[in-house]
């Protein structure tokens, strides 16, 4: 059964790394010593070493150890024998190329969809989804595929955002970009505010964090979806 | 000799469609009876021929007739021949996947190095440079390649803006994501604003429309570009 938290961001405008989830995460990865970092989509262009050390810190905090997927010979391996994950944040295009050169996105769903507890944030969490292509990030590397993890039966809009009424920019707005990508493609597309994550747990995706969240649909009008509902009707 | 407009986008704010470029595109396209239009990157989704149909009645103001690619049984046929060719903003994945999959990417290339006078706008406007890899586009379809037409020696950031000092968003700001970029990629990335536009002429690449560009090359800060610069320096 799978045991998951998708979050929009892992960090909160004048708050610390990770730190709105901790109380969350302690009990989360709460029968795990340490867990496996996965640090590929390198926010900041920053370096596997200096991402995963910047984890350790933060998880140290609720006495969970951190090694990096980097540090194994044998990645694959590393995944199937985890106590826990976490993907970070940063490029998703970047993400998506790693874990597809390192032979390693069917591993990593297998071994989520048995249970292994994790966690994403931000681009982490857009690889739960169905395909990357509803990522804000600029697509800095060419992957071999869109395809993701399908943890969920849609796909994330992270760092979601409605368009500000006084705007005079006239780039898209982020439901225009969800409404094109709705003329190609068919599955829902959920946008997950700042400060929002999914709990996929026992059989159950139940939106967390206390903001709404907005629900797109193809040939359907956008819905907005309170904190806590439960979100197994999205199919 | 090339003779391009690029511009970071079709409409200003409070504004009609290429209403501010008209007086501009009168003398760019002043040899030319009726333009080729190409409506691949379909904004908001609206169909070849709606975009068309509005892009005809916008050049009508300055007496020029506007055919779309789409009526043309043979597209690269019909980029030889064209007296001028303009291509329209909208999602820039689909707009390389679309000259890609009807084969037109080289003859469009090598076309506009042969003078046919071409105005892009946001989309547009990205595939001049050497990659798509700047769009701010969502990825709503797999192109088979980022590369794109290279009519400049550099990529463009159309629709540009700095990130707002007041801003609590912790999605990662333009600036951040040409960093991101620029740790996998050497070439430089210009920043254009809405408003702006590069006019190449006469071997020369011209910054026009009043405001500033921002330039970003790997491994130095970024400069701030004022209007009616020559900008062959950037390679």
Redesign the interface.
């Known amino acids: 059964m799978k045991n998951l938290l998708l979050a929009s961001?892992s960090?909160?405008?004048?708050s610390n790394f990770l730190e709105y989830l901790l109380p969350e995460l302690k009990l989360h990865f709460k029968n795990c010593k340490t867990i496996l970092f996965i640090p590929y989509a390198?926010?900041?262009?920053i370096s596997h070493e200096e991402y995963t050390q910047k984890t350790a810190l933060t998880f140290a905090k609720i006495a969970i150890d951190v090694k990096g997927i980097h540090e194994f010979e044998n990645p694959a391996l590393a995944i199937k024998e985890a106590e826990g994950i976490f993907t970070g944040g940063?490029?998703t295009?970047?993400l998506v190329y790693q874990l597809y050169h390192n032979k390693i996105m069917t591993v990593l769903k297998e071994t989520l969809e048995k249970g292994t507890p994790y966690l994403g944030t931000s681009a982490g969490s857009n690889i739960g989804g169905l395909s990357?292509?509803?990522?804000?990030?600029?697509?800095?590397?060419?992957p071999p595929?869109?395809q993701t993890l399908g943890l969920i039966p849609f796909n994330l809009n992270?760092?979601f955002?409605e368009k500000e009424a006084q705007s005079?920019?006239?780039?898209?707005s982020r439901e225009?970009?969800?409404?094109?990508?709705?003329?190609?493609?068919n599955f829902p597309v959920l946008g997950l505010k700042?400060g929002s994550w999914l709990e996929i747990k026992n059989g159950k995706i139940n939106l967390k964090g206390g903001l709404t969240a907005k629900l797109f649909r193809k040939n359907h009008s956008p819905i907005e979806i309170t904190s806590e509902t439960e979100l197994s009707f999205i199919q």
Chains 1, 2 share one sequence.
């Open positions: 961001t960090t909160l405008h004048g390198r926010p900041d262009g940063g490029n295009f970047l990357m292509q509803t990522t804000n990030d600029m697509p800095i590397i060419y595929s869109f992270v760092h955002l005079t920019h006239m780039g898209e225009t970009r969800i409404n094109e990508f709705h003329q190609f493609n700042e």
